[in-house]
């Protein structure tokens, strides 16, 4: 559901790069999208109008188009038998739908009513690599502040982007229209600028993107005691979100256990050697599959406190790969 | 002293602006740029090449050509009577050299031995918006990731910017000859990226930019015990460095408390209403004299802890300017 958006099309490049058992797959849309040609595995699809009967015996669906289809046409698909895996942030809240990066909380799908939530992409990233240092060495704190590309808020974003670059003398009186939220209602230019504002605000003064940072990775990680601030900041980045991450565990481990344990943590690759200027950055990490960290120090005056810089590709494991890997884990489980 | 460059040409444009009382200028560089033409306050001049000679009677001479050219050519301005505002690293850190931003520490000029240094760009913004909080409420910790622009690489740090961002298609593959850092073995791509190094590392992971800011806060505002942490990050903004910052005090004030105090604080503008989209970005800072404070939030666990997003124009109050009002509290207070 949602075949012809930018995740859409990634989550069916995931099934065929991973060979996901298919038997019957339908590309679903809404009408203004419907008809338009898609080819997977070697054969051609027409993407087909939603409607509710559209998930007569489908075993699962992957959601990917926007909060208010997926809490229409959800229910509906739940009600005739499926597993919904939905990437909006409608369900990820509620009490009785599990919130899952596979990696973190597998174990969270087995207590399922037939929706399963995938987190945000900023968060996803972000909970691959502190888990294996919190299960290590135990965690209490998390101070996060994010370098976000534009490619999370879709495709014209990505053009307003674009345009804007063309011009570097004019960049401060670049027409903008999309960013930083296209339902708010000032727009400021993104080329040569750092917007920060991700999402509407709460009435907190925190974004709603800071907010689902902080609560989805306390539901996720199963820690309500963790202290968890976020700072969410949109850059003239295409693809790859990055994040300056200081974290605070229980315990004081050596730069050495750090690295060990992101260096053999599920989905994650160590990217840390500053004697040979090794760190991860957004425009190599997009489109690829993991999650990247480097420039891992230990605090100068809390020896249980470290920073890492996590960066990813927000359109793969943030939202497209997350879940496939979801549908993976259901399958077996055998919960399906 | 290096008039031609970037921060040179601000230094000329503020001394104008702010109508500082001039009996003669002379305007020095290297070799190079010898003969140049300069006008000021509706003069014209020639940049001279700098010799030893070249400071007899100059009461205040401002330099900004590059750490090698001050330590050769500071002594000499000292021994011929000038005063010297530094605006490169190679005194900042020796105890006999006062580590100078006005509105913080303006007393420390008296007990100079000639030399008084200008802090580094991104230190200075962030000391004028903590100080009249940590005078209020006490200060502690800081941890700040910084969104720093190419300009403070210089003029070829820009051109490399611009001549990336015209090919937006191949961002990956783009020549990159300047940045992270000049003299470093591996270049990188800076447009539509997002680049975690900034200057050399040190052997503790941390790069000199980072130690600049940790050790220059500490000094500046006379806080030996004062945790300090910090994470900078290369972006593609041609000028205005930004900054998401940290702060815990000792106390807890209230949200207007903190409002207030910046409010009223010399050289920073407020810019904090979420219900307007308020806030500040390098964009719409670059070209402004003031330090821009936003995004202000209180911590959701911890109430003496404080979110801010504080934005300023790194060649303006980051370097020339700071020179300058050094230059006006010599006179003022009568040390010259």
Redesign the interface.
């Known amino acids: 559901m949602g075949a012809t958006g930018a995740v859409g099309q990634q989550m069916k490049d995931q099934l065929e790069k991973r060979k996901f058992p298919i038997g019957n797959i339908k590309f679903l849309s809404s009408k203004r999208s419907a008809g338009t040609a898609i080819e997977f595995n070697g054969q051609s699809y027409t993407v087909e109008e939603a409607t509710p009967d559209s998930f007569d015996g489908v075993d699962i669906a992957l959601f990917s188009a926007g909060g208010s289809v997926s809490e229409k046409f959800a229910p509906e698909a739940v009600k005739r038998g499926a597993i919904v895996v939905d990437n909006t942030s409608a369900f990820r809240m509620n009490e009785e739908v599990p919130l899952v990066v596979p990696e973190v909380n597998k174990e969270a799908l087995k207590s399922n009513s037939g929706v399963i939530a995938n987190p945000n992409c900023s968060t996803i990233q972000m909970v691959c690599a502190l888990q294996p240092l919190k299960e290590r060495f135990g965690l209490n704190?998390i101070?996060v502040?994010t370098?976000q590309a534009v490619s999370g808020a879709g495709i014209d974003a990505i053009n307003e982007?674009?345009d804007q670059?063309?011009d570097?003398d004019n960049?401060?009186t670049a027409e903008a229209k999309v960013l930083?939220v296209k339902s708010?209602?000032?727009h400021?230019?993104i080329?040569?600028?750092?917007?920060?504002?991700i999402d509407q605000?709460a009435d907190?003064?925190?974004t709603l993107e800071e907010m689902k940072m902080?609560n989805e990775t306390k539901k996720i990680m199963n820690a309500q005691s963790l202290?968890?601030?976020a700072?969410c900041?949109r850059?003239?980045?295409?693809t790859g979100h990055?994040e300056?991450v200081?974290a605070e565990f229980d315990s004081a481990p050596t730069?050495e256990q750090v690295r060990d344990a992101l260096r053999t943590a599920p989905g994650v690759i160590l990217q840390d050697d500053?004697?040979?200027?090794e760190?991860?950055?957004?425009?190599?990490a997009?489109g690829k599959d993991e999650v990247f960290v480097?420039?891992?120090?230990q605090?100068?005056?809390?020896p249980n406190?470290y920073?890492l810089?996590i960066v990813s590709d927000n359109l793969i494991k943030g939202a497209a790969l997350n879940s496939v890997q979801i549908a993976e884990a259901l399958i077996e489980e055998q919960l399906i």
């Open positions: 704190k101070i502040s370098y982007l674009k670059a063309a570097f960049a401060a930083p708010a209602e000032r400021f230019p080329a040569f600028n750092a917007v920060p504002q605000f907190n003064g925190f902080i202290a968890v601030a700072t900041v850059l003239p980045v295409v990055s300056s200081y730069l500053p004697s040979k200027q760190y991860p950055m957004p425009l190599m997009a480097g420039r891992i120090r605090d100068l005056d809390n406190g920073h810089w």
